[in-house]
């Protein structure tokens, strides 16, 4: 069955970096689209960015202002999220996400399977 595992989250200063990963596996890496998507604490779940491994087409979230980079490694069946200057606002569990094919948008609601999350934790 599909299984995805994310690691890579933790706590860390305002203005620090943290890199996310998601393994995948029980399909084929590069026919769905990939996705991170975060939820914080009494808010809806909102997407941060995807990609077509197929494609190589990411999109992300405005919010972020350029501070995310989501890339992959289908060698490796892993989708990363690397985040930089990290915000108070930032603080949230982030999932990772397959969608139900090769075509991307940032909407939860195109995303099959999800992992069970990772928390990031901002701090000041």
């Known amino acids: 069955q599909v299984q995805l595992v994310e690691s890579g989250g933790g706590s860390v200063q305002a203005g620090g970096s943290l890199r996310l990963s998601c393994t995948a596996s029980?399909?084929?890496?590069?026919?769905?689209?990939m996705g991170w998507f975060r939820q914080a604490p009494g808010k809806e779940r909102e997407g941060v960015a995807v990609?077509?491994?197929?494609?190589?087409?990411?999109y992300y979230a405005d919010v972020l202002k350029g501070r995310f980079t989501i890339s992959h490694d289908i060698a490796k069946n892993t989708v990363y999220l690397q985040m930089n200057s990290l915000e108070l606002d930032d603080t949230a569990m982030y999932y990772c996400?397959?969608?139900?094919?090769?075509?991307?948008?940032?909407?939860?609601?195109?995303?099959?399977?999800w992992g069970q999350g990772t928390q990031v934790t901002v701090s000041s």
């Open positions: 990609i077509s491994p197929n494609y190589r087409t990411t």
């Open positions: 996400a397959a969608g139900r094919g090769g075509w991307c948008q940032l909407n939860a609601g195109a995303f099959d399977y």
């Open positions: 029980g399909y084929t890496f590069s026919s769905r689209c």
